[in-house]
C-alpha cells in the first residue's frame, strides 16, 4: 500500500490519474458499497450545470452557515490550491488533514481504478462526514449521471445554465447535454431549475415526471442597480443585494434562493433574513474578480461560449479601454470564445501555462489582431503596462486562473475583493 510523508508528492500522483476511457460510475459505485455507502450519511445539496454551479454552490452553502448550520462545500477544480476543493464553513481543508485522507484512500486507486476526481469524491464525503456537517453542498466535476459525485442522495438538485461545454463526453446537442445534467435527478427528490428554452425544459420536465421527483421552475431575478462593488437584483417582488456583480449572478442566486426555501423543510432555522445575509456575504474566486486595484484588473472563469456571453453582458460597466489575457485548454471551442468577447474590447492577448492540456498560443491566435506572448510572465506585464486607463481582463481556463494566481501574480500586491 502506498503511504506518502509529502504533500506535494500525494497531489503530484494523484493528479495522473486522469482516464477518459474509465469514465463512468460502475467502479466507484462498487467501491462506494464495498465501504459500505459512507455517503448515505450526509444531508447534501447537489449542484450541475455547465455554468454558474460554482458561484450557485457557494450563495447556497453561505447562505446555510448563516443560519449557524455546518457547512461543507466540494468544489472543482480548485482555484488557489487544492485544499480549497473542500471547505467547511468557508475554511479550506488544512495541508495535514488533506494528507491523511489521501492516504486512507490509496489501497482503492488500483482496485477500484479511481481517477483523482474519484478519489477527491471519496475523500470529501469521509472528510464531511467525520467533521459533523449538517450540510453538505457537492458541485458536479462533469456531466451529472456519470459523475462521481452523483452516488450521493440529496435533500435537493439544481440544474444551473446548460450550454455546449465537454461534448465529446456529454453530446452535441442541448437536449443531450440537458439529459447528462438531469442524471442528478432523485427519485421523490425536488430538482431546481429555470426555463432555458424548449430543447432543454423538456428534457428536465421529462425526467422529473418519471423519477416523481417535483420540478420547480425558478423565476430568474432582474438587475436593479450594478456598480463596480455589488448589484441589487429583484425577486418576486424582494429586493436582493449581491457582492458579485456580474449579471449572470442574477439566474444563481434565484436558484440559491429557490434552493434555500426547499431547504427551510429540513432546517427551519434558514429564515429570509438569512438568505438576505447569504447572498450579500457570498464571493467566488474567479467570478469576475478584482485582484488589482490600480490598474484594474478582473479574472473571470469564462472557459466557453455561453461563459463568455455572460462575461460580455457586464463589461460595460467596467473603465475602457478593457485589454484582456486569455489562454484555453485542448478541447474547448477557444474561436467561438474569442469570436464572441472580440468586439467588445480594445486587445486580446493570448499566452500559454503549464498544464498537460494547455492549448498553444499560435492556435489560440484565430486571427492577426490577436497577439501572442507565449510566457505567461511576460503577457501579464504587457497586460499592466498596457493599464494606464482601463480595465484589464484575465479570463478563459479555470485552470489558466489558478496558473497565474499561483505562479504569475503578486497576490502581495493585489488585492483578492471580489467586485
Given at each position: 500500500m502506498?503511504?506518502?510523508t509529502s504533500?506535494?508528492?500525494?497531489l503530484?500522483?494523484?493528479?495522473?490519474?486522469?482516464?477518459?476511457s474509465t469514465?463512468g460510475?460502475?467502479?466507484?459505485k462498487q467501491?462506494?458499497?464495498?465501504?459500505g455507502?459512507?455517503?448515505?450519511k450526509l444531508n447534501?445539496?447537489?449542484?450541475?450545470?455547465?455554468?454558474?454551479k460554482?458561484?450557485?454552490?457557494s450563495f447556497?452553502?453561505?447562505?446555510?452557515q448563516e443560519?449557524?448550520?455546518k457547512?461543507?462545500?466540494?468544489?472543482?477544480?480548485?482555484?488557489?490550491?487544492h485544499?480549497?476543493?473542500?471547505?467547511?464553513?468557508?475554511q479550506?481543508?488544512?495541508d495535514?488533514?488533506?494528507?491523511?485522507?489521501?492516504?486512507?484512500?490509496?489501497?482503492?486507486?488500483d482496485?477500484?481504478?479511481?481517477?483523482?476526481?474519484?478519489i477527491?469524491?471519496?475523500i470529501?464525503i469521509?472528510y464531511?462526514?467525520?467533521?459533523k456537517?449538517?450540510l453538505a453542498?457537492f458541485e458536479?466535476g462533469l456531466g451529472?449521471?456519470?459523475?462521481?459525485?452523483?452516488?450521493?442522495l440529496?435533500?435537493?438538485?439544481?440544474?444551473?445554465?446548460?450550454?455546449?461545454?465537454?461534448?465529446?463526453?456529454l453530446?452535441?446537442?442541448l437536449?443531450l447535454i440537458a439529459f447528462?445534467?438531469?442524471?442528478?435527478?432523485?427519485?421523490n427528490t425536488?430538482?431546481?431549475?429555470y426555463?432555458?428554452g424548449?430543447?432543454?425544459?423538456?428534457?428536465?420536465?421529462?425526467?422529473a415526471?418519471?423519477?416523481?421527483?417535483p420540478y420547480?421552475l425558478s423565476?430568474?431575478?432582474?438587475?436593479?442597480?450594478v456598480?463596480?462593488?455589488s448589484q441589487?437584483?429583484?425577486k418576486?417582488?424582494?429586493?436582493?443585494?449581491?457582492?458579485?456583480?456580474a449579471?449572470y449572478?442574477?439566474?444563481?442566486?434565484?436558484?440559491?434562493?429557490?434552493?434555500?426555501?426547499?431547504l427551510?423543510?429540513?432546517y427551519?432555522?434558514?429564515?429570509?433574513?438569512?438568505?438576505?445575509?447569504?447572498?450579500?456575504?457570498?464571493v467566488?474566486?474567479g467570478?469576475?474578480?478584482k485582484?488589482?486595484?490600480?490598474p484594474?484588473i478582473i479574472?473571470?472563469?469564462?472557459?466557453?461560449?455561453?461563459?463568455?456571453?455572460?462575461?460580455?453582458?457586464?463589461?460595460?460597466?467596467?473603465?475602457?479601454p478593457i485589454?484582456?489575457l486569455?489562454?484555453?485548454?485542448?478541447?474547448?471551442d477557444?474561436?467561438g470564445m474569442?469570436?464572441?468577447?472580440?468586439p467588445?474590447?480594445a486587445s486580446?492577448?493570448?499566452t500559454e501555462?503549464?498544464?498537460?492540456?494547455?492549448?498553444?498560443?499560435?492556435?489560440?491566435?484565430?486571427?492577426?489582431?490577436?497577439?501572442?506572448?507565449?510566457?505567461?510572465?511576460?503577457?501579464?506585464l504587457?497586460?499592466r503596462?498596457k493599464?494606464?486607463?482601463?480595465?484589464g481582463?484575465?479570463?478563459?481556463?479555470?485552470?489558466?486562473?489558478?496558473?497565474?494566481l499561483?505562479?504569475?501574480?503578486?497576490?502581495?500586491?493585489n488585492t483578492?475583493?471580489?467586485?
Amino acid at each position: 500500500m502506498i503511504y506518502f510523508t509529502s504533500l506535494q508528492t500525494a497531489l503530484d500522483t494523484i493528479s495522473q490519474r486522469t482516464s477518459s476511457s474509465t469514465f463512468g460510475l460502475k467502479l466507484f459505485k462498487q467501491c462506494m458499497e464495498d465501504l459500505g455507502n459512507p455517503q448515505y450519511k450526509l444531508n447534501c445539496v447537489h449542484v450541475a450545470g455547465t455554468n454558474g454551479k460554482g458561484s450557485t454552490s457557494s450563495f447556497i452553502a453561505t447562505i446555510a452557515q448563516e443560519s449557524g448550520l455546518k457547512v461543507g462545500l466540494y468544489t472543482s477544480p480548485y482555484l488557489i490550491h487544492h485544499n480549497d476543493r473542500f471547505r467547511i464553513n468557508g475554511q479550506d481543508m488544512s495541508d495535514e488533514d488533506l494528507l491523511k485522507y489521501i492516504n486512507m484512500t490509496t489501497h482503492l486507486w488500483d482496485k477500484y481504478a479511481l481517477t483523482m476526481f474519484e478519489i477527491d469524491t471519496l475523500i470529501a464525503i469521509w472528510y464531511f462526514q467525520d467533521q459533523k456537517v449538517d450540510l453538505a453542498v457537492f458541485e458536479v466535476g462533469l456531466g451529472g449521471r456519470l459523475d462521481a459525485t452523483n452516488v450521493i442522495l440529496p435533500l435537493v438538485s439544481v440544474i444551473t445554465t446548460i450550454g455546449f461545454d465537454h461534448m465529446d463526453f456529454l453530446g452535441d446537442r442541448l437536449d443531450l447535454i440537458a439529459f447528462e445534467k438531469a442524471g442528478i435527478i432523485k427519485e421523490n427528490t425536488p430538482i431546481i431549475s429555470y426555463s432555458q428554452g424548449p430543447l432543454v425544459d423538456e428534457v428536465f420536465e421529462r425526467v422529473a415526471h418519471e423519477r416523481k421527483a417535483p420540478y420547480i421552475l425558478s423565476s430568474v431575478a432582474t438587475q436593479k442597480s450594478v456598480d463596480l462593488f455589488s448589484q441589487v437584483i429583484k425577486k418576486e417582488g424582494i429586493e436582493y443585494t449581491l457582492s458579485m456583480n456580474a449579471k449572470y449572478q442574477c439566474i444563481n442566486a434565484s436558484l440559491a434562493i429557490d434552493c434555500a426555501q426547499q431547504l427551510m423543510k429540513h432546517y427551519p432555522r434558514i429564515t429570509q433574513e438569512h438568505i438576505h445575509a447569504g447572498l450579500k456575504k457570498t464571493v467566488w474566486f474567479g467570478r469576475f474578480q478584482k485582484i488589482s486595484e490600480s490598474p484594474l484588473i478582473i479574472i473571470d472563469g469564462a472557459h466557453n461560449i455561453n461563459g463568455m456571453e455572460a462575461l460580455v453582458q457586464s463589461l460595460s460597466i467596467l473603465p475602457q479601454p478593457i485589454h484582456v489575457l486569455f489562454s484555453a485548454i485542448m478541447g474547448k471551442d477557444h474561436e467561438g470564445m474569442l469570436e464572441v468577447l472580440q468586439p467588445h474590447v480594445a486587445s486580446i492577448t493570448v499566452t500559454e501555462f503549464d498544464f498537460y492540456r494547455k492549448q498553444k498560443a499560435s492556435v489560440l491566435a484565430i486571427n492577426e489582431a490577436i497577439h501572442i506572448i507565449e510566457d505567461p510572465h511576460v503577457a501579464y506585464l504587457d497586460l499592466r503596462n498596457k493599464l494606464t486607463t482601463g480595465t484589464g481582463i484575465i479570463c478563459g481556463s479555470l485552470y489558466f486562473l489558478s496558473y497565474m494566481l499561483n505562479h504569475v501574480i503578486d497576490t502581495k500586491e493585489n488585492t483578492h475583493e471580489p467586485l
